[in-house]
């Protein structure tokens, strides 16, 4: 089983559809957690990071269940900027060092 | 968010030949940087952990001698793939370490450099 896995999608949603992800780890000791959004051909850019109590940044919101062992990432009122790769990342070793899962396409449709 | 460069953004060798890519944080201090390799329609896979004065600490699988990593300031790490062959050809991408609070450090990530091996 893979550290971190994510579904790859795509997933293909109409504008303004609410549409959410999930990232399941291995390691209950994971200790930080992030989601990261990459365009094609691109650097990742940190969307945002996940703390226990959640955390909300204007349409997205992101959550972590501890007990099941997975992060998720929740976009409201899509928009087609919005079409991306979702990639999440964890510190499983607590040594700032992240694996990254393989990332989910998201493709937002007018 | 923090600011890292990373340059050159793409290059073609030809087989045989070194490449030398630099990664720099543009208004931070990094004392931490990190070396990532992504394939097509893969995902980021962690080369090293590039440390400023000290070794490079590789990750199981990955040649040092083949990837020198140095780290000789807190805004300057540079990876050079010696003797790159066409298997190298990848998209190489650099992180600074930005700590934050107990818990709360991130990574930034540089544009990547698209490297071609003829």
């Known amino acids: 089983r893979k550290e971190v896995e994510q579904d790859p999608g795509p997933f293909n949603v109409p504008e303004g559809a609410t549409v959410a992800f999930n990232c399941t780890y291995s390691?209950?000791?994971?200790?930080?957690f992030f989601w990261y959004r990459q365009d094609c051909r691109k650097e990742p850019k940190l969307l945002m990071s996940?703390?226990?109590s959640g955390n909300e940044d204007g349409r997205f919101t992101a959550q972590l269940n501890r007990a099941s062992q997975y992060i998720s990432l929740l976009i409201r009122d899509s928009k087609l900027s919005d079409s991306a790769t979702y990639l999440c990342?964890?510190?499983?070793?607590?040594?700032?060092?992240?694996?990254f899962g393989t990332g989910t396409r998201l493709k937002v449709l007018a | 968010g923090a600011v890292v460069s990373q340059h050159p953004s793409w290059v073609i060798c030809k087989s045989g030949t070194s490449v030398k890519i630099e990664c720099r944080s543009l208004?931070?201090?990094?004392?931490?940087m990190f070396w990532y390799r992504q394939f097509p329609k893969q995902s980021l896979m962690l080369m090293a952990t590039s440390n400023e004065g000290s070794k490079a600490t590789y990750e199981q699988g990955v040649e040092k001698d083949k990837f020198l990593i140095n780290h000789a300031s807190l805004t300057l790490s540079t990876l050079t793939v010696t003797s790159a062959h066409p298997e190298d050809s990848s998209f190489y991408i650099c992180s600074a370490r930005v700590r934050g609070a107990i818990g709360t450090d991130t990574q930034y990530f540089g544009p990547g450099t698209r490297l071609t091996v003829l």
């Open positions: 990342a964890v510190d499983s070793s607590g040594t700032y060092k992240y694996i």
């Open positions: 996940v703390y226990s």
């Open positions: 390691n209950s000791a994971s200790q930080s």
């Open positions: 208004d931070f201090q990094a004392t931490t």
